[in-house]
C-alpha cells in the first residue's frame, strides 16, 4: 500500500517537474525571440556571415589553384580581400553570442523580484537554471545551423559544385563543435549572473574572460613557456625548442578559444595531419595525401570531450552555486 | 472557523553566523484564521516565512504546514502555499494576464479551465481593465493586487505574505485590507500577514504574534495582550483638566505608582504601575477642576506593541532599541 503511493507521489512529482521544466523552457525561449538584444545578434551574425562568405568567394579562385580538393570546405576556411573566414570570425564573435543570451539570466530574475516569485511555486528550484540553460542552447544550435546551411547553400549557389559525403560530414562535425563551443560561454556567462548582483557586472566580467582568452591568452602562454624554457641563446635554442613549443601549446589549449580553433581547423582541413609538434624522424616515411574524416576525428576528439567537460564543468559550478543561494537579499 | 493547527512551528531556530535570525519558534496557527506576525525591521519575519516555504534551512527546529514538513517536502508545501514577497515582481515585458499564465503553467495548469481561471481572478482583485498592459507600467498599488491573483492562481490553502501593505496609498490599503479579509471569511483559507505596520494589521488579523529580534515576545488575541499586560501593571492614562496648572502636575506627580508623565498638546500621558482613574477624578472634583478629557489606553495595538518592545529591550539591553521604536510607529517606512 505504502508502495503504491510512493510510486503515485513519484509519477505525480515527475510529471510536475516536466510540466515546470517545460512552462519554463517555453518562457525563456519566448523571452529571447521576442527580445531586442536577440535582434542585435542575429543581425551581427547574419552580417558576419554574408561578409565572410563575400571574403571566401573572392579568394576562393586562388585557394582553388593551390589546392583544388575539397572546394566545399573551402567556403568556411577561406578568406579573401581581408575579410577573414567564417571559421575564425565564428571563433571570435561565436562566445559574443553566448554571452549575450545568459549574462542577466539569474540576476534580473533577482533584482526584478521575479525569482522570489518562482522558487515559491511548486517546482524544484533547479528548473530554474536547467530550463534557462535548455532554451539557450536551443537558440544557439538553431542560429548555428542556420548560418552553417546559409553558407553552404550561397556557396553551392555559386561556385556550383555539388559536396561530398565526406565534406558535409564535416561539416554537420564543425557545427556540433561550434555549438558546443557557443554553449560553454552561455555556461560561463550563467555562471557569472549567478555570482553577480548586477547585470552590468556580470556583463561586464564574462566579455572581459572573452577577450582574455581571444587575445591575451597567447601572449601569456609564449611569456610562460619563454620563462619555463629559454631559448634566448644557440645552447638554449638547440635543447629547449621542443619543450618551449609543447609548453606553449599545453598553456593555450587552457583557453576554450584555442582548443575549439585547433580542433575545427582539423576538421575543415583534411590536410592537417597533426595538432602536436612533429619531428624529422615522424615524418619518415609518412604518404603525403588527405587524412580520413576518421582520422581528422581522432585527431580532435579530445578536443570535443575537453569542451563538453568544460563546458559541464562551469555549468555544475552555477548550478551548485544557484542552489545554495539564499533567495532573499536582493 | 476550524480548529485545525495549519501552520505550526517546534523550536524554529535560524542563526546567520553570530547573529540569531530565529530564535525556537513554537508557533501555532489555525485553519481559517488570519495572523498578523508583527514586529520591527530585522526582527526575524521574513526569515521565518522563508523557512516556512522551505526556500531556506533552519538550523534547529521544524516547520509544518498542513502537517507537511516544510524542509524536506517542500514541493508539496508549495503546491498548498501561495507566496506573496515584500516586493513582488513580475516579468517587466509580460502582460498581467502572460504574468498569471505563466504561474498557472508551473502549477501545471493549462488550456480553457486556465484561462477562465485567470478571468475570474483578474476580475476579483479588479484588474481586468489592466489585464493586456505590460506590467512593467503598473503601479505599486496595481502589482500588489495583481500578486494576489498571482498567488490565488494554485488555489492555496495557506497564504502567506510578507510586508503586504508596504507602500500603498490609503485608498490602495482599504482595498487591499478587504481583499485580504475575504479571503479568509468566504474563502476560509489560512493568511499569515507580517507587518510592521500595526493599525492595518489590527484592522483585520484574529491574532497576532509579536516578534523582536528573532524571538516570539507574545501572541494571542489583541484585546486578550491588552489584558495581560493590565495584569503585569502596565498602564497608560491619557487626562487633561481644565485649569491645567502646576498643581495639578504636581498632584500626578506625587501619586504612588507613576513611573512618567509626558505632556500631549493639551493632555498629559501618565504612565503607571496601577489604575489611578479613581483618585485623579476624586482630586479634581474636590479641586473644582473641570475635566476635559479621561482614556485609560491599553486596548490598542500600538500600546501593546509598544509595551512588548520595551519590555524586550529591557530584558535584552538591546541598544537599537530606540532606533526601532522609531520604525514602529512610522506608518510609511519602506524597507530598504
Known sequence: MENISSEQNKQRNDRARYHSMSALYRKEMADHITSRRFVIIMLLVTATTIASIYGALTGMSDAISSDSNFIFLKLYTTSGNSIPSFLSFIALIGPFVGLILGFDAINSERNNGTLNRLVSQP?????????????????????????????????????GILPSVEELARVVIYLLYTIVYICFWLAMAMLFSVICRHSATSALASIALWIFFAVFMSLLASIIANAIYPVNNQYNAAVNTLSNYNCNLYINRISPYYLYTEAVSTILNPSVRAVNAVTMSQLVGALS?????????????????????????????????????????? | MGENTMIATRGLTKVYGEKVAVNHLDLSINEGEIFGLLGPNGAGKTTTILMLLGLTEPTLG??????????????????????????????????????????????????????????????????????HQKTGTYSKGMRQRLGIADVLMKDPK????????????????????????????????????????????????????????????????????????????????????????????GFIHNMTGVTGIEKEGDKFVVHSSRDLRKEITGFLGTNRYTLLHLRQKGGDLDEIYRCYFEKAGQDEKHEQENKNGKHIFGTKQTKK
Open chain 2, 62 to 131: 521544524e516547520a509544518t504546514i498542513n502537517g507537511i514538513d516544510c524542509t524536506r517536502n517542500s514541493i508539496q508545501v508549495k503546491r498548498i502555499t501561495g507566496y506573496l514577497p515584500d516586493n513582488v515582481g513580475f516579468y517587466p515585458d509580460m502582460t498581467g494576464r502572460e504574468n498569471l499564465r505563466f504561474t498557472g503553467r508551473l502549477n501545471g495548469l493549462d488550456g480553457k479551465k486556465m484561462e477562465s481561471k485567470i478571468d475570474d481572478l483578474l476580475e476579483r482583485v479588479g484588474m481586468t481593465y489592466a489585464q
Open chain 2, 158 to 249: 495557506v497564504i502567506i505574505m510578507d510586508e503586504p501593505t508596504l507602500g500603498l496609498d490609503p485608498e490602495g490599503m482599504r482595498e487591499f485590507l478587504t481583499l485580504i479579509k475575504q479571503l479568509s471569511v468566504e474563502d476560509g483559507r489560512t493568511v499569515l500577514v507580517s507587518s510592521h505596520q500595526l493599525y492595518q494589521i489590527q484592522q483585520i488579523c484574529d491574532r497576532v504574534g509579536i516578534f523582536v529580534s528573532g524571538s516570539l515576545v507574545a501572541a494571542g488575541k489583541i484585546e486578550d495582550l491588552g489584558r495581560q499586560l493590565a495584569k503585569e501593571g502596565h498602564y497608560t492614562l491619557e487626562v487633561a483638566a481644565y485649569p491645567c496648572d502646576d498643581r495639578f502636575l
Open chain 1, 123 to 159: 517546482i524544484y528550484r533547479d528548473s530554474v537554471i536547467i530550463g534557462k540553460f535548455l532554451a539557450g542552447g536551443t537558440l544557439i544550435s538553431l542560429m548555428v545551423i542556420s548560418m552553417g546551411v546559409l553558407i553552404g547553400a550561397i556557396g553551392f549557389l555559386s561556385i
Open chain 1, 289 to 330: 595525401s588527405y587524412l580520413s574524416l576518421g582520422q581528422s576525428m581522432l585527431l580532435v576528439w579530445p578536443h570535443l570531450t575537453g569542451l563538453i567537460a568544460l563546458t559541464l564543468g562551469v555549468f555544475t559550478i552555477s548550478y551548485v552555486k544557484f542552489m545554495r543561494q539564499e533567495i532573499r537579499g536582493n
